[in-house]
């Protein structure tokens, strides 16, 4: 068990659709991070936080968006979900933006 | 940009026995950390063994042990005395290193690993 817990751990959605992840880093880390691993593009970068500040985009779509809140928690925003966005989507946190980073059991999202 | 190869999409290796998986990547700079990651059945993504590329010195964790070849640009994973539990995907990972750039991770596209009997 890492200390970063991810709800929920599967979801299943039409296209179309919204739905929000959510993330909770270990205890004292101030950085997170969201990648997304799906069977064309393997695991990617989406984008990352760290003590509430966007620092970092990868390749995140405009019909995604996260944020992190005071107590640190992050959720990532997906909307107008396509059948393409069905993938496992990881969070990671890090005490500080060169440290380790330690990843979450992941959500499944299924888009029917 | 940063790019990180995993020329081997399996690999096998027998209950004791010692086996290599290989990553190269490809970077510009100086200042850098390189990762192992394993992804058993479970999905759950697991830090194996990190190396700095500052460190000459390869860095070593129990079983796993890596080869870093910087002028390469060569970092292997060795795993001796293999386990069934060490059956999983086995990612490799490149993080820049300097302050300012950005601290995710770049992966490659991953080796599974099976341990046979």
């Known amino acids: 068990d890492s200390g970063v817990t991810q709800t929920p751990k599967h979801l299943i959605t039409a296209t179309g659709q919204r739905v929000t992840l959510r993330c909770s880093p270990r205890?004292?880390?101030?950085?997170v991070y969201w990648y997304q691993q799906s069977l064309d593009q393997g695991l990617q970068f989406l984008i990352q936080?760290?003590?509430?500040?966007?620092?970092a985009k990868g390749n995140i779509l405009e019909r995604f968006s996260a944020q992190q809140f005071p107590d640190l928690h992050s959720e990532l925003n997906l909307s107008s979900l396509e059948l393409g966005d069905s993938a496992l989507y990881f969070c990671?946190?890090?005490?500080?933006?060169?440290?380790?980073?330690?990843f979450g059991p992941g959500t499944r999202l299924t888009v029917t | 940009a940063q790019t990180v190869t995993q020329s081997q999409p399996e690999m096998s290796v027998q209950e004791a026995e010692t086996v290599t998986l290989s990553c190269t990547y490809d970077?510009?700079?100086?200042?850098?950390?390189l990762f192992w990651y394993k992804q058993p059945p479970s999905r759950q993504m697991i830090l194996v063994i990190r190396?700095?590329?500052?460190?000459?010195q390869n860095a070593t964790e129990n079983r796993f042990s890596v080869n870093f070849q910087k002028a390469a640009k060569s970092f292997s994973l060795k795993i001796s005395d293999s386990q069934l539990g060490d059956a999983a995907m086995y990612f490799c990972?490149?993080?820049?290193?300097?302050?300012?750039?950005?601290?995710?991770?770049?992966f490659g596209t991953g080796t599974r690993l099976q341990v046979t009997l």
């Open positions: 205890s004292g880390d101030l950085s």
């Open positions: 190396q700095e590329a500052y460190k000459q």
């Open positions: 970077t510009s700079e100086s200042d850098y950390y």
């Open positions: 990972a490149y993080r820049s290193g300097g302050t300012g750039t950005a601290s995710k991770l770049t």
């Open positions: 990671a946190s890090s005490v500080g933006v060169r440290d380790e980073q330690y």
């Open positions: 936080y760290y003590n509430g500040e966007e620092r």
